[in-house]
Every structure is written in C-alpha cells, then in structure tokens.
C-alpha cells in the first residue's frame, strides 16, 4: 500500500492528486473524482481504503479544491473533465475505471461522453445528467430542507479549504463559481446516455439532491446500467455509508 502526492501541470492548472493503493498494479486504475468544494479527504476517506486494496487509485482535487490553486479560467464541466483527461495523460494511463461524486460524477460521465475510450467502468454517485434531475428544494434552496448540506457540513468545507488551499482568503469566490458549475446548462442529451459504453453504475441516497425518479430514467437510457438507492441516505452522507455503499461499488468494480 503506497500513498504518494504530486502536481502536474495540466491546461494551466497545477494540479494535486495522490495515488493510493497497489503501486505496481497493472490493471486499470481507479480515478476518484470528489463533488463541488470537497477535498479528496472530505470526499472519499471513508472509503478509500477499501477502494485501493489492491489496486492503484488516482484521486486528483480539480481546479479550485483543495490544494489545486484556481485560475480566471471559468469553472465548467467540460473544463474540470479535459484537466483530468490531461492528468491521465500526463501519468500513462490510457484507460480508467471511474468513481465520481456530485460535481465528480458529471465530470467522469462527461469523460465518458466525450473520451469513451478512456473510461472501462463508470460509477456515477448523485449525478444528474439534465438540471430538473434535481429536487426543486436544492434548484431554489431555502436552507430547510434536510437534502441540504447542514451548518456542521459547511464548517467542515470551509475549515478543510482553509487549511489547505493555495489561497484561503477566496472561499466564498470560490463557492461562487462551484455553485454557477453545478447549475450550469449541462452538455449531454438522452441520446449520450443510450450511447455510453462503458458499464455504468448508478448510486443515490433517498434524500439526495437528485431526484429517484430521474435516476431511474438515466438507467433506464444508459445501456445495461445499474441502480442503487441507499435508504435513510442524504446527499452529503452518501460516500460515509461505508456498510451499504462498498458492498455494492465493489462487486460492481470487481
């Protein structure tokens, strides 16, 4: 079990990521994509040891989180999934498996669209594929509603940021532009969906921000995809629920 960390330059970002796991597993590594202002740490320690047993796991923090400084550039799906097409690149990989989450996931299902030839098994955690998939209380949030990070959750984004981020002082710029990223127009139709290749795995909590119904629909347009809805599960716990998550995640990744 090795973890190591890096930057490389990628379309004028420097990006961080770590590599977790098997270092001298030659079978695809698994790419773990964290949601809007998340670290990796936030995101996925829950899960990443039992992720990287015995594989190599490559978990970069997109442009803006955690340690990968921001740039003028606008924040856009298509933009966060060519940094991380080029970070593959960069590290040899030709072809991954997926794990994104929220923001994460429409950044892998966006590699898949447009590079399905990098992508071997995609595993998608509360992501919509058109702007209705979400619930109307996240689309025009009044902060009740229990789909909604907590206080507890944006203390932890904001003291996770501040430790580590490049620029601390540009936290609320930055939620700024994670917030116009995830309500952006996104770029992909029904027909994408019925075009993916790649062996899909669709994961919600029951009170998440995407709607079940919406889920439903994209499995039942991605060819021969799979559904889990993990019950008693919000959006901001779905990559905690270790005990109902990695059974099905990793019988999936096999």
């Not at 998608?124 to 009044?142: E, F, M, N, V």
Request: net charge negative; proline share 6%; with cysteine.
């Amino acid at each position: 079990m090795t973890n190591s960390s890096a930057y490389a330059k990628v379309n004028g970002l420097e990006m961080y990521y770590e590599i977790h796991g098997a270092e001298h597993d030659t079978g695809r590594p698994l790419v773990l994509l964290h949601g809007g202002v998340l670290t990796i740490e936030l995101a996925f320690a829950a899960v990443l040891p039992a992720l990287a047993a015995g594989r190599r796991v490559v978990a970069p923090e997109l442009q803006g989180h955690g340690r990968t400084a921001d740039t003028e550039r606008a924040m856009t799906v298509s933009n966060l999934a060519s940094d991380v097409v080029a970070l593959l690149d960069e590290l040899g990989v030709e072809q991954a498996d997926f794990l994104g989450f929220s923001l994460g996931g429409l950044t892998a299902l966006e590699i898949a669209v447009r590079h399905p030839e990098r992508v071997g098994k995609l595993v998608l955690a509360s992501t919509q594929y058109t702007q209705d998939g979400y619930h109307d209380d996240i689309r025009t949030p009044d902060y009740t509603s229990p789909r909604l990070p907590s206080q507890a959750d944006f203390q932890e984004m904001a003291e996770a940021y501040a430790a580590v981020a490049p620029h601390p002082e540009h936290f609320q710029d930055f939620i700024g532009k994670c917030t116009a990223a995830a309500h952006a127009p996104l770029p992909w139709g029904a027909d994408d969906l019925r075009g993916l290749a790649a062996p899909t795995l669709l994961v919600i909590g029951d009170t998440d921000f995407v709607r079940i119904e919406h889920a439903a629909e994209m499995q039942g347009l991605i060819p021969d995809a799979r559904l889990a809805v993990l019950p008693a599960t919000a959006h901001m716990a779905l990559m905690q629920r270790t005990e109902l998550l990695l059974p099905v995640v990793t019988e999936f990744l096999g």
